[in-house]
């Protein structure tokens, strides 16, 4: 019985209020019963989306074409010669396919790096009390008015004294630290958003602090992190200035920096940079589609609403 | 299977809110000690010191023999019923109950026999499955009962826990405490404002008011003897009428007003402080149902009043009435010095009245009263007389 009662709520909230927006837009004159203002940001949306989509759509089509076709006056969607040499070549030559793993490290490294080091201290500024701790995590959001370009001499010369040039570990604390503060300021809105009791009460049950942050703060927290993840995963995925000026061996370039390869002095491998740019997006696109059901709920709920 | 005894424990929080001071309490193994008052009066921080949730800023807690004052609240071995529940949300219930026998390393097939046999005990064997979102009120409750039972606490501690559920429901599920409670027979502590609860539910009730404990006793006790204004105006519902009387110089009248009430010889000496009292000022305390409607045979005292107001609750008729005499009532939520200190009261005297006998508003009433049932308090202390 209070199976049923309780299944049918919802289900009965949200049939009212589709009812009620029938009935709000029932009285709008217009097309369908719609109303004006929903069909303006409807075209709106649409201008955007394919302002957004097109030059995607245009790298993917080139991207299938051979050169001569990519040079054409009358450029096309559609590409008339469809061929995947271009992604052959790409992945083939100048070592690219080596390119896409150092970067694919670098992406991973510095989001396990992130998500844990910015959940233990947004932890820390969410539950703890401890001296100076509002002006240690406001310095922390002044990181963020920093210019990252103005970071990158006093970054190289302290990778360089660490020796850590020409690392991707070290490639990877250099977009932790550039990542720390904004995933911080997130993820202790999430956490500090947790009702305090459930924590007391895991401890009571038993749980130590890196258990409590394991299995109950993190699970909770699931579209802070994904959007931590997301944001940070893209930013160390297509890094270019601060790689390019701690890396200059050939082995340990990341995608970036390879793809800047297909540009020569004097001329440019179209064809192949589209598909190797292809190659660069499509991570980032994934990585998105797969999380977003959590990314959407933590921008919408975390401490950037 | 502990007994608590807290010793001289207060509570002083960072920005110098002195939330507990110098609380001296014994629960014994196996007792329901509930502890109530008004909001702000820090029975919560006790109940949080004891899980070891809050630093005990002076003073000692016990378990047994054993200071656990520093004891990290994981080791204590205390369960907890939080008054939202604190359900883990991302657990179903078998899980929410389960969790504490996990983290004690309890075998899966031990942890799930005891889970199926709490949530059955309270009735949850349907539910298992299901998340905390997808219960009610009631059952989640229960799943915060059962998760603290099942594991076999040594202390149990509950945090007004049947606050946020409907009328009907928290007397049933009052019931279902007292029930736990008697089966797992533990030293519990209960936290509520509910003075009802509080009464129904404990051996034993602390009244807490300004963190300082007021009175410490069997809630019968509590209500006939109530050691100070602000325990007599706290316990019961309606609560006790209190007027400004003086006591006559032979010691064999209060003066009400301008109604002189007889005191018999065995009141006087029941009462021999009363003597220190002569011709000043007092608090005289009389419960609802001390003030029955006399009839005309009545050769005893009697109080009389203007009706204001009837309620008529079918069992008995609640009587507001007016005396010339001064009301005052005992601060519910006052100073955080704890002083059992008093104020006027706009409200009128109730009295519970027969519901044969017919009254009705704007009639002078006389009330047969049991002097031997009136509660004499000092007006700057608030303290009762009695020696």
Redesign the interface.
């Known amino acids: 019985m209070s199976r049923l009662q309780l299944g049918a709520e919802p289900t009965t909230a949200r049939a009212s209020k589709r009812a009620r927006r029938r009935e709000e837009n029932s009285h709008e004159p217009g097309l369908f019963g719609v109303r004006t203002w929903t069909k303006t940001r409807l075209a709106l949306a649409c201008v955007f989306a394919v302002v957004a989509v097109f030059p995607l759509l245009y790298m993917v089509s080139l991207s299938f074409q051979p050169t001569d076709d990519i040079f054409t006056t009358h450029p096309t969607l559609i590409p008339s010669h469809p061929t995947t040499l271009n992604y052959v070549q790409a992945w083939t030559e100048n070592d690219f396919s080596r390119f896409f793993f150092n970067s694919m490290g670098v992406a991973l490294l510095t989001v396990v790096l992130t998500v844990v080091l910015a959940s233990l201290a947004a932890f820390a500024f969410a539950r703890y009390r401890f001296p100076c701790k509002e002006l240690i995590f406001y310095l922390f959001l002044a990181a963020l008015a920093v210019p990252s370009v103005d970071l990158i001499i006093p970054q190289y010369i302290l990778m360089a004294r660490l020796h850590l040039t020409n690392s991707l570990p070290g490639l990877s604390l250099i977009y932790t630290s550039e990542n720390l503060p904004f995933s911080i300021f997130l993820l202790r809105g999430f956490f500090e958003a947790i009702p305090k009791e459930l924590e007391e009460s895991f401890r009571l049950e038993g749980a130590r602090t890196l258990r409590v942050l394991t299995r109950l703060i993190a699970p909770l927290s699931a579209p802070a992190l994904a959007v931590v993840a997301v944001f940070t995963f893209n930013f160390a995925w297509e890094e270019f200035v601060v790689a390019s000026t701690l890396i200059d061996k050939s082995t340990r370039l990341t995608l970036p920096i390879g793809l800047n390869s297909f540009i020569g002095e004097h001329t440019t491998s179209w064809g192949p940079l589209f598909a190797g740019s292809m190659f660069a997006t499509v991570p980032s696109i994934l990585v998105y589609v797969v999380s977003q059901r959590w990314f959407r709920r933590g921008v919408s709920v975390g401490g950037i609403r | 299977m502990a007994s608590i005894s807290l010793e001289g424990v207060a509570k002083v929080y ?1 920005n110098g809110f002195e939330a507990v001071k110098g609380l001296d309490l014994e629960i014994a193994d196996g007792e329901l000690m509930v502890v109530v008052g008004p909001s702000g009066c820090g029975k919560t921080t006790v109940l949080r010191m004891v ?3 809050e630093h005990v800023s002076a003073g000692l807690v016990r378990f047994g023999e054993e200071v656990v004052n520093d004891l ?3 080791e ?1 071995d ?3 019923v ?3 529940y ?1 359900l ?3 657990m179903n219930v078998a899980d929410n109950i389960g ?2 026998l996990r ?2 390393k309890v075998s899966k097939q031990e942890a799930g026999r005891r889970v199926k046999q709490a949530a059955q005990a309270l009735g949850l064997a ?1 539910v298992l499955d299901r998340r905390p979102g ?3 009120g009631g ?1 989640r409750q229960r799943v915060a009962m059962g ?1 603290a039972i099942v ?1 076999e606490p040594s202390i149990f501690l509950m945090d007004e826990p049947l606050s946020n559920l409907d009328a009907k429901l928290r007397v049933q599920m009052r019931a279902e405490v007292a029930r736990v409670q008697r089966r797992i027979g533990v030293a519990t502590i209960y936290v509520t404002h509910d003075q009802t609860e509080a009464m129904t539910l404990g051996h034993r009730v602390a009244v807490m008011r300004g963190g300082l404990l007021q009175q410490c006793d069997t809630p019968q006790i509590l209500y006939d003897r109530p050691a100070n204004l602000f325990v007599a105006g706290f316990i019961g519902s309606p609560a006790m009428n209190l007027f400004e009387g003086a006591i006559a110089t032979d010691v064999e009248t209060v003066v009400l007003g301008s109604q002189r009430i007889p005191l018999t010889a065995s009141v006087q000496a029941a009462r021999p402080g009363l003597k220190r009292y002569t011709d000043q000022p007092v608090v005289v305390g009389i419960r609802p149902e001390d003030l029955p409607a006399a009839n005309g045979s009545d050769s005893g005292a009697v109080l009389q009043g203007d009706v204001e107001l009837v309620e008529a609750l079918g069992s008995e008729q609640l009587v507001h009435f007016r005396t010339d005499a001064r009301m005052i009532r005992a601060e519910a939520l006052d100073s955080a010095d704890g002083a059992a200190g008093t104020e006027l009261s706009a409200d009128a005297n109730v009295a519970r009245v027969d519901p044969r006998h017919s009254v009705s508003s704007g009639e002078r009433i006389s009330f047969a009263l049991a002097t031997e049932r009136i509660e004499f308090f000092d007006p700057h202390t608030g303290l009762a007389i009695w020696n």
Request: charged letters at 20%; glycine letters at 6%; aromatic letters at 10%.
């Open positions: 960072p899980a070891g949730l990290p609240s994981r204590r205390v369960a907890m939080f008054q939202n604190a883990y949300p991302q969790f504490g983290m004690r349907e997808q219960l009610s059952q998760r594991r």
